[in-house]
Nanobody, 114 residues
């Protein structure tokens, strides 16, 4: 199992970013996927999840209406569109497969700052 996140960066409050995670080593289209984040000094928290076919999505309360998770099974990729970013969204973002919960990528840093 390999997960490679990208798309992070420095953005001003109110800005947007689109994160990507390319997966390999398993049958991507068969499993749900999730995005987590970890801020400095805090525990890793679940941001959003998406079912194997993409038809069911769930979000943490603080992300509802601002973040959108999606996937492209032909590209083995899951995305996280983040809009209206806030200072408190600063964190390292990771993707994860629910079937293989112990496998993590290197993450991608998102910094919201003016």
């Amino acid at each position: 199992v390999q997960l490679v996140e990208s798309g992070g960066g420095l953005v001003q409050p109110g800005g947007s970013l689109r994160l990507s995670c390319v997966a390999s080593g398993f049958t991507f289209r068969s499993y749900s996927m999730r995005w987590f984040r970890q801020a400095p000094g805090k525990e890793r928290e679940l941001v959003a999840s998406i079912s194997s076919g993409g038809g069911i999505t769930n979000y943490a309360d603080s992300m509802k209406g601002r973040f959108t998770i999606s996937r492209d099974n032909a590209k083995n990729t899951v995305y996280l569109q983040m809009n209206s970013l806030k200072y408190e969204d600063t964190a390292v973002y990771y993707c994860n497969c629910g079937q293989f919960p112990h496998y993590w990528g290197q993450g991608t840093q998102v910094t919201v700052s003016s």
